[in-house]
Structure formats: structure tokens, C-alpha cells
């Protein structure tokens, strides 16, 4: 049986992450962890929300890992034997998996995201949600101490319910965007291409980019493999950027967008193969803002550049509020600032 140590050795700040395929590494996220620390999160959702753990509603959702089928068996039996209402989300996004507690047709009390992000197909790991969104490094820690204390445990899984959370999302983005734009079908007579890397992206093309009119032909990579054979899904390898740039040029796209494993990091390159990412990625949604909001503050990282600050207050006449290295600090920062937006440049993470 698993350790507290052993349980909170799988702690990467403020989710949980480990080694889960075996190779030349041994394994640490085993299905036992992952038993034991999904028990761990309904007490914690249970004292924090002081429901008891039959009155909870939980979802889970994965991104394309080899290795995730097993592990949200693992997680799907202690929730279940918790006594919690669980519901499947199958392929989603970490995005996604947060709306699941914001949509009327899931409602959850929590949120669970079965993913490693970019980091290699033999890893994985556990981001978790409430409506206050992701747990803080402080909470994961509590889960873990939670797991501790509980035994691994066993459930009939055939009262898990399933959801297609992908086509709610894809639904609700598309209404986002024509109802902003004016128009059911805004993307017709443009090229967008979508590089997925093989994660869990490639509804973007699919789901909303094509049935907004976008001609998505060129795109690549969109099926879901969890080996992820053609490059790393990571917006920040050069080799990804150098295999979205070229789809871009060779299929001579207005646009090309490329996306990490659980979607919730993006870069883009335009036709002429310039990338827009980190400093420029917020510059762009910051200029895409500034008319709904103007004077506004966005709040960003410390790693941002004296050029994106002369731009946000030159230019657009907004205030740049720069502050602690990471998206949670931002995030945080965010919430008791006057503000509309925040950028995490060191993650190319921009959010209204």
C-alpha cells in the first residue's frame, strides 16, 4: 500500500503528475494511486462544499494517453464507491472539463482532467476543478493527505454515466463566436489549419472551425494517438512549430493553429509562416479586447517584454500589470485586479 510520502512525491504544484507506462522509468502513478487520490478529492470537494459524498456529482475526462483508459477505471471505482454521481466525459479538454461544472447539462460539484499535458506518452497525471476552478498547489496537497488515509476501492462502473462534453463545448464556442461576429458561418473563404499533434485538438478543426465555414483542408494530426508519433504536442517544441509552419505555407492557409495535449495551450502562424506565440499571442487578444474594454488591465507574468508594455499602453491605452512567474499566481493576481484579461507567457495561456 502506497505511503503518504509515495502519494505526495506525485505533487507537481498545483496538479498531480506521474510516470504511468512502464519503461525505464517504474511506474508511480499507478492505478492504485490513482484509486486512492480520486477518493482523496471527494472528501475534499465533501468538506469544502459540506455536501456528503452521495450528494456529489463528479466528472472525468481524458486526453489521448495511452495509459488513460486504465487509470479513469481506477478514479471511475473509488468515485463510485464514495458514493459520488460520476459522469464520463471520454476525450475532452482541461477547458472543458472546467465547464462541465458551469453546464446545466452536467452541473458538477467537481471536475476531474486525466492528462500530462505535453510531457511524454508515458506520463500522466490529475488536474481537478470546482466552480472556483483549478485546485490550488495547497489543495492538492490536502487530496493527497486525503489518499492517504483511504483504502483503494472497488465499484460496479456500470453506473457511470456518459456525456459527450466535446460536442456541448464545440456547441457553446460556436455560439460564442457567431453571436460576437454576427454571422452563423464568419470563417467562410479562409484556410485555417489545425495541427493537434495527435492529442485531444483536433475537434477545433472538426467541430468548430469547419462548421463555421473555414476550409480546414491541410490540417493535420487530428486523430487522438497517445504514442504521439508525428511530434510532441507542445506549442513550445521546435519541431511542432516547424510542422505547423510548413502545413501553413505548403496548403497556403490564411491561419494555422496548433494545440498541447489537453488543449488549454495554443500557438498560431499566419500565411507568411510568422508565429504568433508568447509575447505576441497576448498582444493579439489584448488588441482584439481593448475596444469592449477600454483602460482595462491585463495582468500578465514577469516574463513578459518592455515591447508588449510599450504596445498595451502605447497603442492601445491599457495598463500592464506584470506579475509572479505562473498561470495560477497570474490567475489570482487577476481576481483583485480591475482587469479583463490575464496572459501566461511562460505556458502561451491567454484567457478573457
Partial sequence: MLSEKDLLKLQNGSDVRGIAVAGEDPVNLTEEAVNRIAGGFVKFLSD?????PDALKITIGTDSRISAPKI???ACKSLIACGAQVIDCGLASTPAMFMSIIFDETK?????MLTASHLPFNRNGMKFFTKDGG??????TTVLKNA???EELDADESQVEKFDLIGRYSEHLRKIICDKLGTDKPFTGMKIIVDAGNGGGGF???KILEPLGADITGSQFLEPDGMFPNHIPNPEDKVAMAAIKKAVLDNKADLGL?????VDRMSAVLSDGEEVNRNALIAMMAAILASDYPGSTIVTDSVTSDGLQKFLEGELKLKHHRF????????????KTPSFSYGDISRNKVSA
Fill in 72 to 74: 479513469k477505471r481506477a
Fill in 324 to 335: 509572479k512567474r505562473g498561470y495560477k499566481n497570474v490567475i489570482k493576481e487577476r481576481r
Fill in 108 to 112: 458538477a460539484d467537481g471536475a476531474i
Fill in 135 to 140: 485546485l490550488e498547489k495547497a489543495d492538492i
Fill in 204 to 206: 477545433f478543426a472538426t
Fill in 258 to 262: 496548433i494545440f498541447d495535449t489537453d
Fill in 48 to 52: 469544502k462544499l459540506g455536501k456528503n
Fill in 148 to 150: 492517504a488515509q483511504i
